[in-house]
């Protein structure tokens, strides 16, 4: 070998051990994710689904991380202000907030909001759902779905529902279920779903459509009765309750679900981990056997998933809450 090959050779092997030096820097230079408290933001007053879904992942999430994961509640606006204020948060991993079918795809359809719910947000990963189901009176006289079908036929308008508000996803399936079944109820809305199953005990209104919680009580009390919920099939604890898809609507499953989401721009390291993180504590036994008794599903998505989720759920509810925001104009 001749000196000037030596020369070379020596050259590559120092360039060689700076640039792994370089790249151990700069590895060690990334921080270590969570180094401080993470806030999680509900949109919506405590109590409810997603306040319990955000507490249990963030006490979860702080045994598993060893950082505090601090749920903050900033309710109002049907969920804006919490979500604008997750929108215009850092993109470090540090603001999270709790999103949903409702605050963040069929609202905006009828109320103006001030974020696009896919360019301005990073989705992170999908929580859980409950079924809705529809419900009347133990002594009314729809004993059946088909009871309540025929009679809303022979009678236009004359049977009255209830829902949380206008344009809440729980209109939006009864308007679905109308289309199909070729009637027309009245659509009464209320501010909370505790006076709906009040007010359908007392008689006041026919039916009520409320996430399953709301009316699990009177329903497994004897109280109430379930004409029709929207899972693919019948749930264990309440089993005498049928499915739309079993009674010829199949396209009547959904759920009232929940999720994690960041704003825009979360590095995608934080992303996957924190995505892997909540799978995770959603899986644990013990939660699993929570969420069986309040009936919330579960998905397994990674992020990428569940933000293809996202937009397909966009896809579906989307035409018919602009359909139905066109007719509360009328």
Known sequence: ?????????????????????????????????????????????????????????AERLQANLGQPFVVEHRPGAGGIIGQEQVARAAP???????????????????????????RDFSHIAY????????????GSRFKTLADLTAFAKANPGAVTYATISVGSQTQL???????????????????????IA????GGHIDAGLTALTVAAGQLTGGLARGLAIS???????????????????????????????????????????????????LHAPDVQE??????????????EAFTAFFKAEAERWTPLAKAVAEQTKK
């Open 198 to 201: 009040t007010d359908v005990l």
């Open 231 to 281: 899972t693919d099939a019948r749930l264990p604890e309440f089993a005498n309750v049928p499915t739309y898809k079993e009674q010829g609507y199949p396209e009547l499953i959904a759920s009232a679900w929940f999720a994690l989401s960041g704003p825009a721009n979360v590095p995608r390291d934080i992303v996957g981990r924190l995505n892997a993180e909540v799978v995770k504590v």
């Open 1 to 57: 070998m001749t000196p000037s090959t030596i020369r070379r050779a020596a050259a590559w092997l120092v360039l060689g051990a700076l640039l792994s030096c370089a790249a151990l820097v700069g590895a060690r230079a990334q921080p270590a994710w969570p180094t401080r408290p993470v806030k999680i933001v509900v949109p919506f007053s405590a109590a409810g689904t997603a306040d319990l879904l955000a507490r249990i992942v």
């Open 127 to 138: 929580l859980g759902g409950q079924p809705v189901v529809l419900f009347v009176n133990e």
């Open 92 to 118: 470090d991993g540090y603001t999270f907030v709790i999103s949903s079918l409702g605050s963040f795809i069929i609202s905006p359809v009828f109320t103006p909001v001030p974020f696009d719910p896919f």
């Open 290 to 303: 929570r969420f069986r008794r309040e009936a919330i599903d579960t998905k397994t998505l990674d992020a």
């Open 173 to 195: 399936l009864n308007e679905q279920f109308q289309r199909r079944a070729g009637i027309r109820m009245t659509h009464v809305p209320y501010r909370g779903a505790g006076q």
